[in-house]
């Protein structure tokens, strides 16, 4: 049997793999058009399943995407808006759903969450009872949980890849930094992978002790050991995200091809947008807009994410062979994108679609999905989408879950049976914690450094608490270079969306301990007054009409 073809019957899969990279473009595949970057292994996911080619994340920097991935929830609802900010124990993920259906999920690699401490202090939970340790992983059981940010005036003491690097000759105290994220460069001398004239050289370790080769075969170990069990692993690769440094051979692998010009205009530099200036104007932003540093660093930055190619084809190999992706549901995507240069830009934090559109394949082995493999879907699709996917493809019930559950299952577009009910999609950016705000002189108060886009099939408007609005048309400008919010032929499409966008604020799942269900059950006639409250009842004729549900 072909290593990805149908083999299943019409019934629950008994699995979810659920690869994540960390900063990678949408347009940074083969199968996505890239002119120079080839990814076999990833486009042969995307030959047997759909590639959705507008898929969008919720959060513009790594906690907040990835807080709304693992809750099923938008940013505005979990409340983790940056990556520092804890996620509140309250907020159901999804360990929580899947482990009602009986599945494990199970991490290794990168969440980005942050535990609430304060929480756990006031609720008086022990700090290593059972029940921390599911809330602290973010409701995952970690199989190895790694960050990759590790300098070394914050890297763990009992960092377990630190320990494998040591294991295999690399001494220090911290040799993710010393060997698997620094150089050795033209003149013999280490050279930190920090800093960016370090990436054209190869990484200290070879690849198959990288970041990369390393959390690929903690995940085949996990795979190997699971047998018959359900579960969800979540195998969320540190990279293509800085430090920007690669093993050989992947280091000058497109170093002498001719790299995609980047999309940005001088007339870009003359915004007014104060928000825009100040990440112009930011360190990364001068850095990335050099072009003698992305002629460095572009080339380095497809070598990892052919690296991660090359790699994730060691693990669909050990898959098939293990017979698993025939009950395997597989999905790849990634948290969020990288400007590169881009719009005079570097890093994420903004609303452009280099951040906020990432790649998202989906693949259902069962036979109900036979008719969209190899397609590409122009649904538009959301990070909070997959949760509510997981659970229908694993036997679940999404609509006991919908105050919680703010995404659509896709398993109707898998399944050919019709598209998204979504009319447009949501991504918050909150660029507050950044030093850049610092460019912006006197602001308001931190928590109003933030700014919401709405993207629908032609326009994306972004309501933008400091500075003016933004607007648009991206039939006519799907670069993004023109502004259009104070264009008055434009007036009628920014109140219609501003409009929706305040609904959708008005519609968000706050209330999240009481159901449908409940408030249904709560209201139905009668039952106030079978429960002993009988208020507004003249006589006992009556209040016996009121208990019958003849009155309202």
Not at 293 to 302: D, E, F, G, H
Not at 345 to 358: L, S, T
Not at 456 to 468: A, H, N, P, Q, T
């Amino acid at each position: 049997m072909n290593q990805l073809e149908s083999n299943v019957p019409d019934a629950a899969l008994r699995n979810v793999l659920f690869i994540m990279c960390d900063q990678l473009r949408w347009d940074a595949l083969g199968c996505s058009g890239h002119p120079c970057l080839e990814t076999p292994n990833i486009d042969r996911l995307a030959g047997k399943g759909v590639r959705f080619d507008r898929a969008f994340v919720n959060g513009a920097v790594c906690g907040s995407s990835r807080m709304s991935y693992y809750t099923g929830r938008y940013v505005v609802s979990h409340g983790a808006r940056w990556n520092q900010v804890p996620l509140e124990v309250t907020q159901k993920t999804m360990g929580d759903h899947l482990r009602e259906l009986d599945v494990r999920t199970v991490l290794v690699g990168k969440t980005h969450m942050r535990a609430d401490e304060a929480a756990r202090k006031r609720l008086a939970i022990p700090s290593n009872s059972p029940e921390w340790m599911f809330l602290s992983e973010c409701g995952f059981d970690a199989e190895e949980h790694d960050d990759g940010l590790h300098p070394d005036a914050r890297v763990p003491m009992d960092l377990p890849y630190n320990r494998f690097l040591r294991s295999q000759g690399f001494p220090g105290d911290n040799p993710w930094h010393t060997a698997a994220n620094s150089v050795i460069d033209a003149d013999g001398e280490l050279c930190s992978g920090w800093l960016l004239r370090s990436a054209p050289f190869p990484a200290v370790v070879p690849d198959e002790l990288s970041e990369t080769a390393y959390m690929t075969d903690r995940a085949i170990e996990f795979i190997r050991r699971a047998g018959d069990d359900r579960w969800c692993l979540h195998l969320s690769y540190i990279k293509p995200h800085w430090p920007y440094v690669v093993s050989a051979p992947y280091h000058d692998m497109y170093a002498g091809e001719a790299m995609p010009a980047p999309n940005r205009t001088e007339a870009e530099l003359k915004t007014t947008h104060p928000v825009i200036r100040a990440l112009h104007r930011s360190r990364i932003g001068r850095a990335m807009s050099r072009t003698e540093t992305r002629q460095l660093v572009l080339p380095t930055y497809l070598g990892l994410v052919k690296q991660i190619d090359d790699h994730l084809g060691r693990l669909f190999s050990e898959l098939e062979q293990l017979g698993r992706l025939d009950d395997t549901l597989v999905v790849f995507t990634s948290d969020h994108g990288e400007y590169m240069g881009d719009h005079w830009m570097g890093e994420k934090d903004w609303i452009n679609e280099e951040v906020v559109r990432v790649p998202m394949i989906v693949i259902d082995p069962r036979s109900q999905a036979d008719n969209t493999r190899g397609t590409t879907s122009n649904e538009l699709v959301e990070a909070v989408d997959l949760l509510p996917t997981f659970v229908e493809a694993l036997g679940g019930e999404n609509e006991t879950r919908k105050q919680w559950l703010e995404g659509e299952s896709l398993i109707p577009v898998l399944h050919g049976e019709r598209g998204t009910r979504r009319e447009f999609v949501v991504c918050e950016a909150d660029w507050g914690f950044l030093e850049m705000a610092n460019h912006l002189g006197e602001t308001k108060e931190p928590r109003l450094r933030r700014a919401t886009m709405l993207r629908d099939e032609r326009f994306k408007y972004v309501l933008s608490e400091i500075g003016s609005n933004l607007l648009y048309d991206l039939d006519e400008d799907p670069d993004e270079q023109h502004d259009r919010f104070d264009d008055s032929s434009m007036g009628s499409v920014a109140a219609d969306l501003h409009e929706q966008l305040f609904e959708w604020f008005r519609s968000r799942h706050h209330d999240t301990t009481f159901s449908d269900e409940m408030i249904n059950a709560t209201s139905a006639p009668g039952r106030t007054a079978k429960s002993g409250i009988m208020i507004g009842y003249w006589d006992e004729e009556e209040l016996s009409a009121g208990m019958r549900g003849e009155l309202y």
